[in-house]
Each structure stands twice: as structure tokens, then as C-alpha cells.
């Protein structure tokens, strides 16, 4: 057994290249390629499938994919998803079908990303985009609405609430016969409840 007092590697006695050994690693750590990202000056552009801010999808004439069926929101193991369903009336239609979503909202405070709520969607009303600058200062502008997760208009679109194609049904929504709104299509009225929702 070697003495301890004397063997070259005792823990009591560091070897004289232990030093040299550390710059060694310092030195080769300078020609190596830096992984440091410049955020938020320069951002890196995510995968194209990633898990960003939920955005809620429209047809090709305007009206809003959402049915309000709620399925989304019982997905959610993280509770963050509210929706209330309410009637379409000829007067006041906001999807092609019989209900509409009227409140929804996502609170991300609480959401984590997963995807489930729109894998649940059976409209796809429901997508994800790749935003994923979301944090703020406090728990209530975490908590996005109908009105800030709605997609903008597009070019052949109409602001919903308004009227069906004429002669189509819920079905040809689905079959992609609809295209764009109607020649002539305008917004309707909206409720006194639709307005405060909206306000
Ligand atoms: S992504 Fe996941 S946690 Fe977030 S709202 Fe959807 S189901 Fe809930
Ligand atoms: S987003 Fe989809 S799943 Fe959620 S309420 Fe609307 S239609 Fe139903």
C-alpha cells in the first residue's frame, strides 16, 4: 500500500498538471462554435410545427370555425381554456351551423403548450401558431379572448356576424364548395350581449 503522504495523486497533494489541465479545457472551449443566442435582439426561428400561441381559424367567407362544443377546453389538463356556446340566428350568424362559440378564452398563466385541446377540435377551428412571446406582468393580460385569438380577415372574407352563402348548407362549409363570402355579403347587427363581449 502507497503512503498517502506521498502517493502523486492524494486528494491532500493535487497533481502540479491539475492546473494546466484546467486551462487546457479553457483553451479549447475559445475555438469551439458559441451556442449563446442574441435574444431577443435576434431571434431564432422555431420548428415549423411548434406549439405557439393558439389562434382560432375562420372559413374562406368569414364566419368562425368554432362550434363552441367545448371539447377543447375538457382536453386541457391545465383547465386554461373557458368556452361558452350560444345559437346562431339568421339575424345574427357567426358560423355556418347551429352554435357558435360566443366566449372563449385561453389563459396562459396556466397553459403549457401540449397541443391536446386542438388535436380535440373537431372543426379545426383550433390551430397554433408559432408565437411564443408570451409573458407579461400580470395574470389578467395572460388571459387572451375570443377577439385577440381570432384570425384577421383575409382577402374574399366578411367580419362575422353574417348571413350564409345563399343555397349552401353547414355541410358544403365542410366540403370546401365555399370559397369566399357571397357577392353582397355584410355584417350584421350584433346583440346587445355579443357587443359587451366584444367591447
Ligand atoms: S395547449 Fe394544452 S395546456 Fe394549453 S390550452 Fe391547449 S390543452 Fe390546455
Ligand atoms: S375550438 Fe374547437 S373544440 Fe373548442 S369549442 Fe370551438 S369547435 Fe369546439
Redesign the pocket.
Known amino acids: 500500500m502507497p503512503d498517502s503522504d506521498t502517493a502523486p495523486d492524494s486528494p491532500d497533494r493535487p497533481s502540479i498538471l491539475g492546473p494546466a489541465a484546467g486551462f487546457g479545457v479553457t483553451f479549447k472551449a475559445m475555438f469551439k462554435k458559441r451556442l449563446t443566442e442574441q435574444y431577443p435582439e435576434q431571434k431564432k426561428p422555431t420548428a415549423p410545427r411548434f406549439?405557439g400561441r393558439?389562434q382560432l381559424n375562420r372559413h374562406p367567407d368569414g364566419l368562425e370555425k368554432c362550434v363552441g362544443c367545448e371539447l377543447?377546453a375538457w382536453?386541457?389538463?391545465?383547465d386554461?381554456?373557458y368556452v361558452e356556446g350560444a345559437d346562431n340566428t339568421d339575424e345574427e350568424r357567426y358560423s355556418p351551423g347551429e352554435r357558435y362559440g360566443a366566449v372563449y378564452q385561453?389563459n396562459y398563466a396556466?397553459?403549457?403548450?401540449?397541443?391536446?385541446?386542438?388535436e380535440a377540435c373537431p372543426t379545426r377551428a383550433l390551430t397554433?401558431t408559432n408565437e411564443y412571446e408570451l409573458a407579461d406582468s400580470s395574470r389578467e393580460s395572460l388571459i387572451f379572448t375570443k377577439e385577440q385569438l381570432l384570425v384577421g380577415l383575409t382577402e374574399g372574407m366578411v367580419d362575422s356576424p353574417h348571413s350564409i352563402f345563399p343555397g349552401a348548407d353547414e355541410g358544403a362549409y365542410y366540403r370546401g364548395e365555399i370559397s369566399a363570402a357571397a357577392p353582397g355579403t355584410v355584417p350584421q347587427e350584433r346583440t346587445d350581449r355579443e357587443k359587451e363581449t366584444h367591447s
Do not use: E, N, S, V
Open positions: 406549439h393558439h377543447c382536453a386541457c389538463p391545465a386554461a381554456i385561453i396556466r397553459c403549457i403548450l401540449c397541443g391536446l385541446c386542438i397554433m
